[in-house]
C-alpha cells in the first residue's frame, strides 16, 4: 500500500527565516504535487514533479524530488506572512487508476 | 488551464434531509472524478470515484447508500448526502483528472 508521509505536521516560524518540507512516499511513483490549502478552500496546485532530480521553483517556494530516495522537499526561502497555508504533498497512486493519494498536511503558520 | 467548478460552494440542511452536490468540468471532458471529504485540520479522504456509465466505487467504509453518486455526462457528477446527520458536516471537494489532477473550490456542508 502506497503511503505519504510529511514532516513536520505543523511548523512556527518567523518571517525572513529558511525552513524545508520533508515528503516520504513508500514505493515508486509516476508523479508528485504539492498543493497548497488556505482555511475554508480547495486545494491550489503548486508544483507538479516528474522525474528524479527535478526542482521547480515560484517565488519564495521550490520543490524538488529525488526518485531515488523517495522523497520530496518544498523550500521556503525568507518566508513571508503570506506564506500561511497548510501544504500537502501527494503521489500518483500506483494502480494507474488516476487516483493521488495524499499526506496529512503541514500546517504553515509565519509569524510577522 | 482545465476548471472544475462545484455547487453549492456552502449549504445548510437539516437532519433527516438530503442534500445534492454538483461537480462539473468545465472545458473537459471527465470519464472520472472523484469526491473527497475534509474535517477541520485534516488532510483530504478520498469517498468514491464517479465513473461516467457505470456505478461509482467506493472506498472502505464510505456507505455507498447514504452518499449517492451519479455521474450523469461527460462533464457532472452529483453527490447526494442522504438522511444527512450532523456528524456528515464536512467540506466535501471533487476533482478530475487530466493529465495532473483538478480540484473543484469545494462544498462546506453543516447539518443542523
Known amino acids: 500500500e502506497l503511503k505519504v508521509e510529511q514532516n513536520p505536521l505543523f511548523l512556527s516560524m518567523q518571517e525572513g527565516k529558511n525552513y524545508t518540507i520533508y515528503c516520504n512516499y513508500s514505493t515508486t511513483s509516476d508523479?508528485?504535487?504539492?498543493?497548497?490549502?488556505?482555511?475554508?478552500?480547495?486545494?491550489?496546485?503548486?508544483?507538479?514533479?516528474?522525474?528524479?532530480?527535478?526542482?521547480?521553483?515560484e517565488g519564495r517556494l521550490m520543490a524538488s524530488l529525488d526518485t531515488k530516495a523517495r522523497l520530496s522537499t518544498l523550500h521556503i526561502t525568507a518566508a513571508v506572512h503570506d506564506l500561511s497555508a497548510t501544504y500537502f504533498c501527494a503521489v500518483d497512486s500506483t494502480n494507474r487508476d488516476d487516483k493521488i493519494i495524499f499526506g496529512k498536511g503541514t500546517r504553515l503558520h509565519i509569524l510577522p | 488551464?482545465?476548471?472544475?467548478?462545484?455547487?453549492?460552494?456552502?449549504?445548510?440542511?437539516?437532519?433527516?434531509?438530503?442534500?445534492?452536490?454538483?461537480?462539473?468540468?468545465?472545458?473537459?471532458?471527465?470519464?472520472?472524478?472523484?469526491?473527497?471529504?475534509?474535517?477541520?485540520?485534516?488532510s483530504l479522504m478520498l469517498m468514491a470515484t464517479s465513473n461516467e456509465g457505470s456505478k461509482a466505487t467506493y472506498e472502505q467504509g464510505v456507505e455507498k447508500d447514504k452518499f449517492l453518486i451519479n455521474h450523469a455526462s461527460l462533464t457532472l457528477s452529483t453527490l447526494t448526502v442522504t438522511s444527512a446527520h450532523p456528524e456528515d458536516s464536512s467540506f466535501y471537494i471533487c476533482s478530475a483528472p487530466r493529465r495532473a489532477q483538478y480540484f473543484g473550490p469545494g462544498t462546506r456542508l453543516t447539518v443542523t
Open chain 1, 31 to 57: 508523479r508528485l504535487y504539492w498543493y497548497r490549502q488556505d482555511p475554508g478552500k480547495s486545494l491550489e496546485s503548486l508544483f507538479v514533479l516528474l522525474s528524479n532530480g527535478a526542482v521547480k521553483q
Open chain 2, 1 to 42: 488551464g482545465a476548471v472544475v467548478s462545484q455547487h453549492p460552494s456552502w449549504v445548510i440542511c437539516k437532519s433527516g434531509t438530503s442534500v445534492k452536490i454538483e461537480c462539473r468540468s468545465l472545458d473537459f471532458q471527465a470519464t472520472t472524478m472523484f469526491w473527497y471529504r475534509q474535517f477541520p485540520k485534516q
